[in-house]
């Protein structure tokens, strides 16, 4: 049996491990295999421990700074030697959450969390859309946030101006492949209490749950559950949409 074939950039984030983790048992179930490309910044030694645990799912990891420009092609050729073109992409790269005013503001940061963010998902849909298109076949999901829904939070100002630039992206992809088989769409979750956080002060955090209407924060699994939407059959009449995961916050 052929194996489902996946490339996940960021795949050492909470959110990677935890997705790779419910393919695995999903697809064990089944009696289904896939291959997984698993590209980290500096968190190799946490997909290593992962692949331990794995039944149903080979993972490939591979490593790259995505703050560099074109920092992402050692990833991509990977990926075609392994695997050709992928079946199903997951974009989760991003830098560390900081809150900060507008005088803070820093260009610099901005340009290389494009590159993490924006040009890599740019370079790696210029690769593989294409092969894709060609099969007519195939699904890709982004992770945005809820920033891009509404109006942001203050002091975010850098943070909000790299996703809506990831937003514009997914939707252009998706408007130019949409009729050709493939689904890319995007997901934007309110605040996960993961390591994106690290650099957050405890007080925004507890905060934010407190602000919200469930008074919680949004769940990994939660997050993973909308993910496996996305990249399932069940989304194949879904395509350029924004997937709110706010709990009704927006």
């Avoid at 999901?141 to 100002?157: R, Y």
């Avoid at 924004?242 to 927006?250: A, E, F, K, M, Q």
Wanted: glycine share 6%; charged share 25%.
């Amino acid at each position: 049996m052929e194996k489902n074939k996946y490339l996940i950039l960021g795949a050492s984030s909470d959110i990677g491990i935890a997705y790779i983790k419910d393919l695995d048992e999903r697809l064990s179930v089944k009696g289904e295999n896939a291959a997984v490309v698993a590209h980290f910044g500096f968190k190799g030694d946490r997909l290593q421990e992962l692949k331990n645990d794995l039944r149903a799912v080979e993972v490939l990891p591979v490593q790259a700074d995505l703050s560099q420009p074109d920092g992402v092609m050692p990833v991509l050729k990977f990926a075609e030697e392994q695997m050709d073109c992928p079946d199903y992409i997951l974009h989760l790269p991003a830098s560390r959450l900081m809150y900060q005013k507008l005088k803070q503001f820093d260009w610099e940061n901005v340009l290389l969390d494009m590159n993490v963010q924006v040009g890599s998902f740019a370079e790696t849909c210029r690769d593989f859309l294409p092969r894709m298109a060609k099969r007519r076949s195939g699904r890709v999901a982004v992770m945005l946030s809820s920033c891009t829904i509404g109006m942001p939070p203050k002091f975010l100002s850098q943070y909000v101006t790299v996703k809506y630039a990831l937003l514009g992206m997914m939707k252009a992809m998706a408007a130019e492949y949409g009729d050709k088989g493939i689904g890319i769409n995007g997901i934007s979750p309110n605040m996960i209490e993961t390591q994106f956080l690290q650099n957050v002060d405890e007080r925004i955090v507890e905060l934010n749950r407190e602000n919200c209407l469930q008074k919680r924060n949004v769940k990994v699994e939660e997050v993973v559950a909308a993910i496996r939407y996305l990249l399932s059959e069940d989304a194949a009449y879904v395509n350029g949409v924004n997937l709110n995961l706010t709990g009704g916050d927006r």
